[in-house]
C-alpha cells in the first residue's frame, strides 16, 4: 500500500513537472509566434528605451502632390519609437485640397504658416451646415421647372498661423488653403495611446486619393515606403460597393481612380466653395443647432456625442497676447492644455508655444508626466539634455525644422544664440506638468535653505544665493549681458 502511495506521488510529481516545463516552453514559443507583434514590440521598446545619446531628427522623406507636398521625420527611428509618437509636415499650395483621410492614432497640428479651413467628420454629428440652391444648368436641364439643390455638411473650422489644431483617432478631416500663401502645418501623432490598438505604428487611411511614390530619402526607407497608398474604396470590387452606394458602375470606376496621379493634396482650378458661417456667429450657430437636434433625437446618439459635436477643437498658442509666462527681456511661454480645450482630454496631448530672446534661456526643468517632442520653428538654440544618473544624453545645437525629443523626467536647458529662437512642444499627456529647478515655483525655493545647505555642502549665505537669486522670475530669464546692463542703466 505504501509502495503504491509513493509510485503515485512520484507519478503525479513528474506529471505537474512535465505540464510546468510544457507550458513554459509553450509560453516561448508563443512569444515568436503566436502574436509576435506584441511581445516583439513589447520586448523591442524595453531594449530601445535604455536612451544613452540623443540627436535632432531631420524631414526624411517627401511625397510630392499635385498642389504641395508632405515630408516625414522616419517613425522608425528608435528615439520616436521609445516614446510613441510619429511626425511629418505638410505644405499646401494654395487653392491646394488636402484630401479627407483618417489616422490610426489621435493627432495635434501645428499651423507654422498659412491659413484656411479645415472640415471633420465626427461620427453621429449632425450635419448643421445646410443650403438649398439652384443653378442655371438645373434650370435647363428640368425644362424650367423649379428643383432645388440641397448640400449639408458638418461644420466648417477656420485655421490660420499659430493655431493647435486636435484631432482623435478615427476622424475623417480635409484642409483646403484659402490664403495666398503655403500652408505649413506640423503634425504630432500619439502611436503609443490606447485608441491606436493594432499596433504602436502610424497609419493614415486614404479616403480619397492616391499616395504617390517617394521623392528622395534613403534607400532603407525608399524600400520600406516605396509602396503606392490607394484610398480605402479601391480595394472593394465593383459590384457590391456600387450596391452599397447606390450608384452605378462607371461613377464607383471614377471613385477608385488607379490612373490617378494628383496625391494626396489636388489643386482645386476654380476655388473651393463650401458652406461657411460667419466667425463670430459660428459657434453659437453651431451649438444652437446641434443641442436642437440632439434634443429632437435627430442628431446625437448620446450625451459624450453630443459634447464632441459642439467641442472646439482648435485655439491659437501664436498670439502674444495669450502667453502664460512673459518677461519682456527674456521672452514668452504659451500653454495649451484640456483645461483651456476640452477636447486634449479625449486626445491625451497638450503643447507649447515659446520665444527666446536673444542669448535668453529656459530654467533647467523635466516634464514630470509626459514626454516631450520640440520642434524649431525660427532660430537657433543651445540644447542640454540630462537623463538617469545625470548622464549628459544630448548637448548641441537644434535649429529650424529640427526635432528633438526629450523623455519624461530627463532634465532640460534651452538657451537661444545670437538671434530669436522660436519653438513648439507637444506633449503627451493632456495636462502635462513641468518643474522647474530655479526660480519662483521651483524645486531650489521650496526647499529649506538648511536642506540645500547639507544636500550641496554649501555655506548659507551660497544656499540663500542659489534659493533666491532669481527672485520672482518664472522660467525665461534674460541674458547675463542684459541683465547687466539693466544694473548699469538703474
Known amino acids: 500500500m505504501a509502495t503504491s502511495t509513493s509510485i503515485l506521488l512520484s507519478f503525479s510529481l513528474c506529471l505537474f513537472l512535465f505540464c510546468h516545463i510544457s507550458r513554459a ?25 535604455k536612451i544613452e545619446k540623443l540627436s535632432t531628427l ?23 519609437q521609445c516614446v510613441g509618437v510619429a511626425a511629418c509636415r505638410h505644405t499646401i499650395q494654395p487653392r491646394g485640397l488636402l484630401l479627407p483621410s483618417f489616422s490610426s492614432a489621435p ?37 424650367g421647372r ?59 487611411f486614404l479616403l480619397a486619393g492616391r499616395e504617390r511614390l517617394v521623392e528622395q530619402g534613403s534607400q532603407i526607407e525608399v524600400r520600406l515606403q516605396q509602396i503606392k497608398g490607394n484610398n480605402l474604396l479601391s480595394g472593394f470590387e465593383l459590384d457590391p460597393l456600387a450596391e452599397a452606394l ?78 502664460d509666462y512673459f518677461n519682456p527681456r527674456a521672452g514668452r ?9 476640452p477636447i486634449l482630454r479625449f486626445v491625451q496631448m497638450s503643447a507649447v508655444r515659446a520665444l527666446l530672446r536673444p542669448n535668453a534661456i529656459v530654467s533647467p526643468h523635466w516634464n514630470v508626466n509626459a514626454h516631450s517632442i520640440m520642434y524649431a520653428l525660427r532660430g537657433c538654440s543651445r540644447v542640454q539634455v540630462v537623463g538617469h544618473r545625470g548622464q549628459t544624453v544630448f548637448n548641441g545645437e537644434l535649429r529650424q525644422g529640427q526635432l528633438l525629443v526629450v523623455p519624461q523626467y530627463y532634465a532640460v536647458t534651452i538657451q537661444a544664440q545670437r538671434e530669436s529662437f522660436e519653438w513648439v512642444s507637444i506633449k503627451t499627456n493632456d495636462n502635462a506638468i513641468v518643474n522647474h529647478f530655479v526660480g519662483k515655483t521651483s524645486a531650489f525655493r521650496d526647499m529649506p535653505v538648511e536642506v540645500l545647505m547639507n544636500s550641496y555642502r554649501i555655506s548659507r549665505e551660497e544656499a540663500m544665493q542659489l534659493k533666491f537669486n532669481r527672485g520672482n522670475e518664472l522660467a525665461l530669464f534674460a541674458s547675463k549681458i542684459e541683465r547687466e546692463a539693466i544694473r548699469t542703466s538703474m
Open 58 to 80: 531631420e524631414l526624411t522623406r517627401r511625397v510630392p502632390s499635385e498642389a504641395g507636398y508632405t515630408e516625414y521625420f522616419y517613425q522608425y527611428n528608435e528615439q520616436l
Open 107 to 143: 493627432r495635434l497640428v501645428y499651423i507654422a504658416q498659412g491659413s484656411g479651413i479645415l472640415g471633420t467628420v465626427f461620427p453621429g454629428c449632425p450635419e448643421t451646415f445646410q443650403s438649398f440652391q439652384q443653378t442655371e444648368q438645373q434650370w435647363e436641364q428640368t425644362a
Open 146 to 204: 423649379c428643383q432645388r439643390f440641397r448640400d449639408e455638411h458638418q461644420r466648417i473650422h477656420y485655421f490660420r498661423e499659430g493655431d493647435i489644431i486636435a484631432l482623435p483617432a478615427g476622424v475623417s478631416h480635409r484642409c483646403y488653403n484659402t490664403g495666398e500663401v503655403g500652408v505649413v502645418a506640423i503634425t504630432t501623432f500619439d502611436t503609443s495611446s490606447s485608441a491606436n490598438q493594432l499596433d504602436r505604428q502610424h497609419r493614415e
Open 25 to 49: 516552453q509553450l509560453g516561448l514559443g508563443q512569444q515568436g509566434a503566436g502574436e509576435p507583434w506584441m511581445n516583439v514590440h513589447r520586448y523591442s521598446r524595453v531594449s530601445q528605451c
Open 333 to 341: 511661454i504659451t500653454t495649451l492644455n484640456s483645461q483651456k480645450l
Open 246 to 323: 447606390g450608384v452605378d458602375r462607371e461613377l464607383v470606376r471614377k471613385i477608385q481612380n488607379p490612373d490617378d496621379r494628383r496625391g494626396e493634396i489636388v489643386l482645386v482650378t476654380s476655388g473651393l466653395q463650401v458652406l461657411q458661417a460667419s466667425r463670430k456667429s459660428e459657434q453659437l450657430v453651431r451649438e444652437r443647432e446641434v443641442r436642437q437636434e440632439c434634443q429632437e433625437g435627430r442628431g446625437c446618439q448620446s450625451n459624450i456625442l453630443e459634447a464632441f459635436c459642439t467641442m472646439k477643437i482648435r485655439q491659437n498658442i501664436g498670439d502674444p497676447l495669450r502667453a
